[in-house]
């Protein structure tokens, strides 16, 4: 059998499943891109150069390209750090910490016609000396996918968690992540109490029963998945009482935060339509009831074994998604 991971396209994106959200229209996602090698100033350039549009600075870390084709795209040294900008001392220590600390692209909400134009943007990027993930030790920059949901209901969000739950092993060992992301402590695993609940319980619950369960495993951002800011936009009250220390402030969106992918733009044969269709994956095992609850059922069977090894579950995950073959074209 062939590494499942070299099989999933990397010359187009895969539409998400569903395509469309609960009011007929297409859904859209927001993409943030980390990376070193430029300034601010610099990426904002290839931005403008690449989708057109003309640079605002409104910080000396912090610059709007306004007029592109996807509309404003934010360029800024992603640190909090950068709020306090304008000072000479803070301006220093922002300029010292380039070295580890990423200069990050956010796009609006982009419609699918819009997707293939990240690749290019990537290539530019890529030209102009931006460099990745692996290009040297504690670097950890990261690629960032917010998918709109396709409707704010337990029945269509709920299967989404399960399918990462369950599969997130394999997206992690088929194609391991930077050693230095595995290191930092923003994209960890979920709990493997989480994936048991959601596993087994998760069939009773509802929408606040699934908002509190996973505030108790895992009240942090700091996930492969963080669903902290789609619970915010869903339940303000529920989740605002345990988001003090959370990893991070917490803007309230309807959208899934996919954060586990690397950003590889340096290297030659990264795409980003690569990390967005593992994601795509992702839907398509939630949108196949009958395999998620085989995956589930197969889950609570390898936990309960006393003769499984660790690694049992990859190789599991490996025949069941072969046979499944969720990345191709439909």
Same mark, same amino acid.
């Given at each position: 059998? %062939?590494?499942?991971?070299?099989l999933?396209?990397?010359?187009?994106?895969?539409?998400?499943?569903?395509?469309?959200?609960?009011?007929?229209?297409?859904?859209?996602?927001?993409?943030?891109?980390?990376?070193?090698?430029?300034?601010?100033?610099?990426?904002?350039r290839?931005?403008?150069?690449?989708?057109?549009?003309r640079?605002?600075e409104?910080?000396?870390?912090?610059?709007?390209?306004?007029?592109?084709d996807?509309?404003?795209?934010?360029?800024?040294?992603?640190t909090?750090?950068?709020?306090?900008?304008?000072?000479?001392?803070?301006?220093?220590?922002l %300029?010292?910490?380039?070295?580890?600390?990423?200069?990050?692209i956010?796009?609006?909400?982009?419609?699918?016609?819009?997707?293939?134009?990240?690749?290019?943007?990537?290539?530019?990027?890529? &030209?102009?000396?931006?460099?990745?993930?692996?290009?040297?030790?504690?670097?950890?920059?990261?690629?960032?996918?917010?998918?709109?949901?396709?409707?704010?209901?337990?029945?269509?969000i709920?299967?989404?968690?399960?399918?990462?739950?369950?599969?997130?092993?394999?997206?992690?060992?088929?194609?391991?992540?930077?050693?230095?992301?595995?290191?930092?402590?923003?994209?960890?695993?979920?709990?493997?109490?989480?994936?048991?609940?959601?596993?087994?319980?998760?069939?009773?619950? %509802?929408?606040?029963?699934?908002?509190?369960?996973?505030?108790? &495993?895992t009240?942090t951002?700091?996930?492969?998945?963080?669903?902290l800011?789609?619970?915010?936009?869903?339940?303000?009250?529920?989740?605002?009482?345990?988001?003090?220390?959370?990893?991070?402030?917490?803007?309230?969106?309807?959208t899934?935060?996919?954060?586990?992918?690397?950003c590889?733009? +340096?290297?030659?044969?990264?795409?980003?339509?690569? +990390?967005?269709?593992?994601?795509?994956?992702?839907?398509?095992?939630?949108?196949?009831?009958?395999?998620?609850?085989?995956?589930?059922?197969?889950?609570?069977?390898?936990?309960?074994?006393?003769?499984?090894?660790?690694?049992?579950?990859?190789?599991?995950?490996?025949?069941?998604?072969?046979?499944?073959?969720?990345?191709?074209?439909?």
């Amino acid at each position: 059998m %062939d590494s499942l991971a070299a099989l999933v396209p990397r010359d187009r994106f895969l539409p998400l499943c569903p395509e469309t959200n609960a009011g007929g229209a297409p859904r859209r996602a927001g993409i943030e891109i980390e990376f070193g090698g430029l300034t601010e100033a610099e990426a904002a350039r290839v931005v403008a150069d690449a989708l057109g549009g003309r640079v605002h600075e409104k910080t000396a870390h912090e610059l709007v390209v306004e007029g592109t084709d996807w509309g404003a795209v934010e360029v800024c040294l992603d640190t909090i750090w950068r709020e306090k900008a304008g000072g000479k001392l803070a301006d220093l220590g922002l %300029d010292l910490s380039r070295a580890v600390v990423p200069v990050e692209i956010v796009t609006p909400p982009l419609a699918p016609g819009h997707l293939p134009a990240l690749d290019r943007l990537r290539g530019a990027l890529r &030209e102009a000396g931006a460099q990745g993930s692996r290009d040297g030790l504690l670097l950890g920059f990261g690629l960032h996918l917010n998918p709109e949901v396709a409707a704010e209901t337990l029945d269509t969000i709920l299967p989404v968690a399960r399918a990462f739950a369950l599969i997130e092993d394999w997206l992690r060992k088929a194609d391991p992540i930077d050693p230095a992301r595995r290191v930092l402590p923003f994209v960890d695993p979920w709990p493997r109490r989480l994936v048991d609940r959601l596993a087994g319980e998760a069939a009773g619950w %509802d929408l606040a029963a699934f908002i509190d369960a996973y505030l108790a &495993e895992t009240p942090t951002r700091n996930r492969g998945l963080d669903l902290l800011p789609l619970f915010r936009h869903l339940d303000a009250d529920r989740v605002g009482g345990v988001l003090e220390g959370a990893g991070g402030l917490v803007s309230a969106r309807p959208t899934f935060h996919y954060r586990l992918p690397d950003c590889r733009i +340096d290297e030659p044969g990264w795409r980003i339509a690569y +990390d967005w269709n593992r994601w795509v994956m992702v839907e398509r095992l939630a949108a196949d009831t009958a395999a998620l609850d085989r995956l589930a059922s197969d889950w609570l069977a390898y936990r309960g074994a006393l003769t499984t090894m660790r690694g049992d579950w990859f190789a599991h995950l490996e025949e069941r998604l072969d046979a499944l073959a969720l990345w191709e074209t439909r």
